[in-house]
C-alpha cells in the first residue's frame, strides 16, 4: 500500500465546487476541494453528515445527485477533463473505469434480477466480455472475496443473502471491469462489527491485488485507518486537512481534527446495585419467550434494571434485543415468562396496562427522523404525552412544555412552534427525548439513540442522557450494537446473540476477560485507531475465521 | 411454486364467497323493486285470473328465500331462468351477447394495454419534457370527456366526414374476420382512448416512484444508458401497480361499455341489460348483474396473481 511515485496520477481534483438546489436557489455546498489520487492508492475522506464527502465522491465519477451540480472547478481523470466531457462520454467511463460501491448494498441491489445478471451487465454492455465469460469471471471474484457457494451463489435474488455477504457481491461487481478507481460510499456503515470485519478484509484484498485506486468515504475513523493510505477531513464542504494515514492519526494538526479524534472521551463512574437486601429492580424480565407468528425470537430472556441504572443491550442485529423492548412495553406480548416492574407483575399486553404502568416506561427511537410526525409542532408532540399521562391543559400545560424544552436544552421560546423537519438530527432527538420524559417516567429504552448522530452529536446525547438520569433517577435500558457507547454510559452488559441472553454483568467485568467466546469475538471486532489492527486481528484470526465464518464455526 | 397455488386456490375461494354475497344483493335489490313481475309482465292485459296464473307460472307464490335458493341452484348450473319477454333461455340470450362484448374489450384491450404501457415508459423517460407534456394533455383530455361524446366525435370525423369508417357497429354472421374488425373498429378505438390515459399515468407514476431508488442510482453509476435504467431496472419493479391498474380497466372495458355499445348500436351485453332494465326482464337483468360482477372478481384476483408473479421476494423465498 505504499504511494506510489508522484507522476503517476489518476485523479486531480481542483478546486471544485459543488451547488446544491433548496428552496429555489443554488447553495454552494462543497466550497473548492482538492484532491490528488495516484493509481492504487487509498484515500480516505472522513468528515460527518453534510460534510461533502458523498458529493465530492459522485463528482469524481462525473455524476451530480438530481438537485445538485458541478458548479466550477476541474476534474482530470487520466488526463480526460470531466467537467466539460459530454454525458454519453462520462456514461462510458462510469462501470468500466470508475465504478462505486453504495452504502446500502440491500437497497442498491435491484430485487428483481439475480445477483450475477447485475455482476455482468457491466462488462457485457461494454463488449469486455461474452456473457458466460462475465459469469465465470464472476464467481471467480466471489471466490476471492471469500462468498459461500461462489458458483452458486451469484445465481440468488438480492433479498435470498445476506447484508454482508450482499456488500461482497457489490464489490465484486464494482471489480467486474477492473476499474482503475472506486469509489467506496460508507460500505460498511450498515454492517454489524462482525460483519464489517470480513467485508473491510474483503475489500482491502482485492484493491491489493489489482492495485486498484480507492476513494474510501466514511465517518469511522477507526474504518478509515485500516483502509486508506491518506485521509482527508472534510468540514461542511471545507477540507480541513489532509496527510498520510500514521501522520494524521499520530499528530492530527488542526482543532476540529483533534475533536475527531478526541470524541468518545466523555465516560461516567459505573454504578453498582444497590446493597441493600431486598431492593426491588424497576424492572424485571424473568424467562420470557416470544415469536413473530411461528418464528420463535426470544428464548429464556431474563435480566434485571435498578433505579437510576444503565443496563446497555448489545448484540448484532436479528439478536432479540429490540424484540425484548417490545416485550416489556407489551407491544409483543411475550409467550413465556413474565415482566415485573417494581415488583408487580405487569399484564402481557399494553392494551390491559393501566395508564399509569404505561407511563412509567417510556422509549425513544433510533431514527428521530421517522419517530417523529413532520406535520405536527414541537409544543404538540411534547404536549400531547403530558397533556394524555397528567390530565395538563392551558397555561400549565405551556409551562410543562418550556420545562421539557429547558430540560433537553433548547430554548422554549425559540423551539415551541417549530416542525420537526427545520431540526437537525441531533435536536430531533432532543425533542424525542422530552417526548418520553414528558410522561414522566421511571424507566426509558433507548433503541439505538445515538446510531443514526455523528460522534460529537451523539455525544452530546449520550451527555443529556446521563444528566437527565442523575437529575430524574431514571433507569435506562440501552440498546446499541456499539460498544463504544456502552463503554461510556452502561452499567451493567447483557450481550444477547440469537434470542438468547450469551452472558450479561457489570460492565468493568464484562471489559475484562475472560470472556463467554461470543462477548469475545464481538469486543475484538470493534475497529481500533491502530491502523494494524486489523492487520493484526486477520493474523490471529485466520482469514477463514472471521464474521460469518467464524460464526458457524462457533455454532457447534 | 406450490405455495402459489394454494393462494390462488384460497383467492378462488374468497372469490366464490363474494359472488355468493353479490348474487344476494343482486337478488334482493330486484326484488325490491316497486311493482309486481306479473303485473309488469302482463302490462295492461292484465286480469285478476292471468295475473294469478302467471304468479303461479313464475312461483311468485313461493317465499323469496325458497326463490332465491332455486335461483342459485340454476345459476351455478348456468340455468338463469327463461326471459319473461321472449320466453328463451336467459343462458342462451345472454352467451352470444356476452362473447360479442369479450370480443370488443379483447380488441379495445389489445391495442390500449401495450400502448399505454410503451407510452407510460417512454413519457417517464422523457419527464418533464414537450413530450411528457402533450402526451399528458392529450390523455387526460380523452379520459375526461364522457365515452358518448367521445364516440359521436369518432362518428362525426371518421364516419360521417371521411367514411373511413361505419358508423353502426352492427354485425352479421357471415362476416369474416379482418371485416369484423373493420367494422368494429370505432367503437373499440372509443374504448382505447378512454382507458390509455389511466395505465399510461399509472405507469409513468410507478416507473418515476422507484427512479430514487438507490438501485437506480447504481444501475446509473455503472454507465447503464438512460432507457435501459427505465426498461431493465425500473419497470420490472413496478409491475404490481400497473397490473392492478391493467386489472381494473379490463374490467372497464367490460362491464362498463354500456354506453359505447348503445351508441354504436353493438350487440352487446350491456345493450342487452339496458333493454332488460327497461322491459323488466328481471331474470335477464340478474344474469347480467351476476356476470358482470363475476368478471371483476377475476380479474383482481388475477391481478393479484400477477402482481404476486413479478416479485421475487414472493416468487423466490428465501
Known sequence: MAIKKKDDVLLKIKDLRIEGYSDEKWIEIVHGVDLTLHRGEVLGLIGESGAGKSTIGLAAMGFARDGCRISGGSIEFDGMELTTTPESALRALRGSRIAYVAQSAAASFNPAHKIIDQHTEAPVHYRIQKRVEAQEDAMQLYERLRLPNPEEIGFRYPHQVSGGQLQRAMTAMAMACRPDLIIFDEPTTALDVTTQIEVLAAIRDIVDQFNTAAIYITHDLAVVAQMADTIKVLLKGNEVEEAPTEKMLNSPKEDYTKSLWAVRSFTRKQKNRPKTKGAVPVVSVQDIDAAYGDVKVLKDVSFDIYAGMTVAVVGESGSGKSTTARCITGLLPPTKGKILFNGEELPASYRDRTKDQLRQ???????????????????????????????????????????????????????????????????????????????????????????????????????????????????????????????????????????????????DKMFKPPHHPYTDLLLSSVPEMDPNWLTTLLEERGVDNVGEASDASNKG | MGDILSLVAKRLGYGVITLLVISILIFFAVELLPGDIAEAVLGQSATPETLAAMREQLGL??????????????????????????????????????????????????????????????????????????????????????????????????????????????????????????????????????????????????????????????????????????????????????????????????????????????????????????????????????????????????????????????????
Open chain 1, 361 to 507: 416506561a417510556q422509549m425513544i427511537y433510533q431514527m428521530a427522523d421517522t419517530a417523529l410526525n413532520p406535520k405536527v409542532k414541537i409544543s404538540e408532540i411534547i404536549g400531547r404525552p403530558a397533556q394524555f399521562y397528567s390530565g395538563l391543559s392551558g397555561g400549565e400545560l405551556k409551562s410543562r412544555v418550556d420545562e421539557l424544552l429547558d430540560l433537553i436544552e433548547l430554548e422554549p421560546s425559540k423551539y415551541y412552534n417549530r416542525y420537526p423537519p427545520e431540526l437537525s438530527g441531533g435536536q430531533k432527538q432532543r425533542i424525542g427525548i422530552a417526548r418520553a420524559l414528558a410522561a414522566e417516567p421511571t424507566f426509558i429504552i433507548c433503541d439505538e439513540v445515538t446510531s443514526a448522530l455523528d460522534q460529537l452529536v451523539a455525544e452530546g446525547i449520550l451527555k443529556l442522557l446521563d444528566r437527565l438520569q442523575r437529575e430524574l433517577n431514571l433507569s435506562y435500558m440501552f440498546i446499541t450494537h456499539d460498544l463504544a457507547t456502552v463503554r461510556s454510559i452502561a452499567d451493567e452488559v447483557v450481550v444477547m446473540r440469537q434470542g438468547e441472553v450469551v452472558e450479561q454483568g457489570p460492565k
Open chain 2, 61 to 318: 307464490n313461493q317465499p323469496a328465500v325458497v326463490r332465491y335458493l332455486q335461483w342459485l341452484a340454476g345459476a351455478v348450473q348456468f340455468d338463469f331462468g327463461v326471459s319473461l319477454i321472449t320466453g328463451d333461455p336467459v343462458s342462451s340470450a345472454i352467451s352470444q351477447r356476452f362473447a360479442n362484448t369479450l370480443f370488443l374489450a379483447a380488441y379495445a384491450a389489445v391495442i390500449a394495454v401495450p400502448i399505454s404501457i410503451v407510452l407510460g415508459v417512454i413519457v417517464a423517460l422523457l419527464r418533464n419534457t414537450i413530450f411528457d407534456r402533450v402526451a399528458n394533455v392529450l390523455t387526460l383530455t380523452s379520459i375526461s370527456s364522457p365515452e358518448f361524446f367521445l364516440g359521436y366525435i369518432l362518428i362525426l370525423y371518421l364516419a360521417v366526414k371521411t367514411s373511413m369508417f361505419p358508423a353502426i357497429a352492427s354485425l352479421r354472421g357471415d362476416m369474416d374476420f379482418i371485416d369484423l374488425l373493420y367494422r368494429t373498429f370505432l367503437p373499440a378505438l372509443t374504448l382505447v382512448l378512454v382507458v390509455t390515459a389511466h395505465m399510461m399515468r399509472m405507469t409513468r407514476a410507478a416507473i418515476i416512484n422507484l427512479l430514487a431508488s438507490p438501485y437506480i442510482e447504481m444501475a446509473r453509476l455503472k454507465g447503464t444508458p438512460p432507457w435501459k435504467v427505465i426498461v431493465r431496472h425500473a419497470l420490472p419493479n413496478a409491475w404490481a401497480p400497473i397490473i392492478n391498474v391493467v386489472a381494473l380497466n379490463l374490467a372497464y372495458l367490460i362491464t362498463g361499455v354500456v354506453l359505447v355499445e348503445v351508441v354504436f348500436v353493438y350487440p352487446g351485453i350491456g345493450q342487452l341489460l339496458v333493454d332488460a332494465v327497461s322491459k323488466r326482464d328481471f331474470p335477464v337483468v340478474q344474469a347480467c348483474c351476476l356476470i358482470f360482477a363475476a368478471t371483476f372478481i377475476l380479474l383482481n384476483l388475477a391481478a393479484d396473481v400477477g402482481a404476486i408473479l413479478t416479485n421475487p421476494r414472493l416468487r423466490h423465498p428465501k
